[in-house]
């Protein structure tokens, strides 16, 4: 009796003192910003012990001229709007008043970039101040993830909006920061493709590449050609319907990205790859006859003829037509796995269509084998096969690299064994595999100088939806977007696979349909 008693008195202490530290944990805010998980990870956070509280907070303000102000601004108000009811953006040329969120176009600092952004907190305002629109968009990155994981609800929320005070400094590693989607094989619509940009500028990724064209199928229309997708877009994978965009719901593709400090980069493959247009005009084929669509997932069977004139006009019209809708600088001409085109053939093909991307003012973006041939100034190669051969020819010829190696970076690989989506023939891609090497020492012979940025590309051959999408693409992606932005000395995978973990309850939030990593200490 009596030791029941005391057992009874203890358990109830427990039980009082547990809820007391859930209750006070409830109202205790995070005090200390150096130890909030941000990622990408900053390049310097330093704590002030304060904390701002946004449930008080009446405004957005915005000082600054630029076009794009008032949109990063409108952009702020409708990523917290529906949790906080904070939705006013006020145009200032003084200082704040106290409680608001305060976006400065004025950062005079070099050292912050095109792309990086001062983020100061204290318990009266928060400051973003950056050189452009782009920094400040970044800086609302980082103070999105400071902020509740309740912040990504869209309904009214009951929370305190507490936010640790302190200063960060921050500003990318390399300026291309990218991810591919292959619309081609299983088509997405572009409520998708939409979704898909509101992810991944979440992580600060700055470029969407877009597979537009390959064997099973053309996704966009071109006006001059108009069977391209009046007939080379109607299957895909499988055999389902398929589809394409407008030129206008390309374009509102494209605006929706740059709101979000997102480069679209086109791609239409070629010489290989072209069965989709190669069946819906038989002028290009060599013997002048169309073959049919084709459903399956074959590489390396189709070739444009680089020896007819009509290709090269079809080309031109082509890019001509998608450069004069595409704001970015690069224009795409993969290049890859032209198996059935002779070699001469193949070099002389891809310097006739750098010669026409220049000739419009862009920049050609092509797969490591274009580097076999001569590359044009400037002309971008996207390091993804096992062949350094590529590689260090792009190097010798002066020109720049994308690393998107498929033994890292590529998220249509399976995690493991046991992944049901994805293929495995550039191996099994775990969590920690996709994040932990470096695009400086990856290939002998190459360096940082040597190289814009990253991508990590998502093949669709077993993807069929977003949400399949969505499981390949994540948590995989957010590691690769660390390692664009923030500096190899300043990352280790045991560390960040905390700050990883920390990110469930946001991912939720989001409806991500994350892979749930065994490697990684999910904290939901
Ligand atoms: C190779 S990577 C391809 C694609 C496939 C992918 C599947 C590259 C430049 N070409 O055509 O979809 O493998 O992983």
């Given amino acids: 009796m009596k030791t029941n008693k005391l057992l009874n008195s203890i358990i109830c202490s427990f039980v009082i003192a547990t809820l007391f530290l859930q ?25 002030n012990g304060e904390t701002f509280d946004l449930s008080r907070s009446s405004a957005i303000y915005t000082q600054g001229s630029s076009e794009t102000l008032a949109e990063t601004a409108i952009y702020l108000a409708e990523l917290i709007e529906p949790a906080t009811s904070i939705d006013r953006i006020i145009t200032t040329e003084k200082t704040p008043p106290k409680g608001s969120i305060f976006l400065s176009l004025s950062a005079t600092d070099a050292l912050l970039g095109d792309e990086g952004y001062r983020l100061e907190i204290t318990k009266k305002l928060v400051k973003i101040s950056a050189n452009t629109t782009a920094g400040l968009f970044n800086g ?10 309740e912040i990504e609800l869209n309904s009214k929320q009951d929370v305190e909006w507490l936010v640790a005070g302190g200063v960060i400094t921050d500003y ?9 989607l292959d619309v081609t094989r299983h088509f997405l619509p572009i409520e998708a493709v939409k979704r898909h940009i509101d992810l991944i500028s979440a992580y600060k990724i700055n470029h969407l590449h877009l597979h537009l064209s390959d064997d099973q199928g053309w996704r966009v229309e071109i006006k001059s050609w108009p069977n391209l997708t009046e007939y080379g877009s109607r299957t895909q994978v499988g ?3 398929g589809g394409f965009f407008t030129q206008e719901q390309y374009k509102d593709i494209v605006e929706y990205a740059a709101i979000r400090n997102v480069t679209i980069v086109p791609e239409f493959d070629m010489p290989g790859h072209t069965n989709a247009a190669l069946a819906s005009y038989p002028e290009l084929n060599k013997d002048g006859k169309a073959p049919e669509l084709y459903t399956g ?3 390396g069977f189709s070739t444009l003829d680089a020896n007819k004139e009509i290709t090269y006009q079809f080309i031109e019209d082509v890019f001509r037509e998608i450069a004069e809708i595409t704001p970015g600088p690069y224009l795409h001409i993969g290049g890859d796995e032209s198996h059935v085109t002779p070699h001469e053939d193949y070099i002389k093909f891809v310097e006739r269509v750098q010669d026409i991307v220049l000739k419009l003012g862009k920049v050609s973006i092509g797969w490591d084998e274009i580097a076999s041939g001569d590359l044009r100034p400037g002309s971008i190669v996207q390091y993804w096969s096992r062949r350094p051969t590529n590689a260090i020819s792009a190097v010798e010829q002066g020109n720049k690299l994308l690393m998107s190696p498929s033994s890292r970076a590529y998220i249509d690989m399976k995690y493991d064994s046991t992944t049901v989506l994805g293929l495995r023939w550039a191996g099994l891609i775990e969590v920690d595999k996709a994040y932990d090497w470096d695009p400086a020492t990856f290939t002998e012979g190459i360096g940082m100088d040597n190289i814009i940025g990253v991508e990590a590309p998502l093949w669709t051959e077993t993807v069929t939806n977003i949400k399949d999408a969505e499981y390949l693409v994540f948590p995989r992606l957010i590691g690769i977007a660390e390692i664009g932005w923030t500096s190899a000395a300043n990352r280790n995978w045991d560390e960040y696979k905390v700050r990883l973990g920390n990110h469930a309850k946001r991912l939720k939030a989001m409806d991500v349909n994350y892979y749930p990593s065994k490697l990684v200490p999910w904290i939901e």
Avoid: N, W
């Avoid at 910003?33 to 310097?44: A, G, Q, W, Y």
């Fill in 23 to 47: 209750v006070s944990c409830k109202i205790q805010p995070t005090t200390d910003l150096t130890k909030e998980s941000i990622i990408p990870k900053p390049v310097l956070v330093t704590a």
């Fill in 140 to 149: 609302i990155q980082t103070f999105r993830q400071l902020l509740p994981a």
């Fill in 172 to 180: 990318p590693v390399y300026s291309y920061r990218g991810t591919m």
């Fill in 239 to 241: 055999g389902g319907e």
């Fill in 297 to 299: 997932t074959r590489v």
